[in-house]
């Protein structure tokens, strides 16, 4: 079993495995672990991202299959998968010649037009390099 401390980042697997998980939760959400049920270490209270409780407890021993602990590193590459996901989705909709709802579409071009972190670092250099280029020409001169 998964020991987990305060301020651990988890995913939600499966809502539908929690206890009132649904009303709390949506998988693939990413919450904070933020206490655990009267000190009980096999029972971790997570931040709620939605619900009417700021936090549910999970009960490890029962419920701990759908939820895992979680990095930045993981975060991003989660990100990374969900854009891929979304431009998929879209080329499957169109091949289909099938019709994406208005929120569907938004949310489609807002993942496309989003620049992964990498893509962001290379225009930022590409830019310095520029501007190097400009500085030197202008000391050559």
């Not at 959400?29 to 619900?51: C, H, Q, R, S, W």
């Amino acid at each position: 079993m998964e020991k987990f401390n305060i301020g651990d980042k988890v995913r939600i697997l499966d809502v539908d495995e929690i206890i009132f998980g649904d009303l709390y939760f949506s998988d693939g959400d990413i919450t904070e672990v933020v206490g655990f049920y009267l000190g009980n270490k096999d029972m971790p209270g997570l931040k709620a991202t939605k619900g009417p409780d700021d936090e549910l407890f999970v009960d490890l021993e029962f419920e701990g299959h759908a939820i895992e602990k979680v990095n930045d590193g993981n975060a991003k590459e989660f990100d990374a998968l969900l854009d891929r996901v979304a431009k998929l989705e879209a080329k499957v909709a169109e091949l289909e010649g099938g019709e994406l709802s208005p929120s569907e579409e938004e949310h489609v071009r807002t993942l496309v037009a989003r620049k992964s972190t990498n893509e962001q670092r290379k225009e930022v250099l590409a830019k310095a390099r520029d501007l190097l280029a400009k500085i030197q020409a202008k000391s050559d001169n």
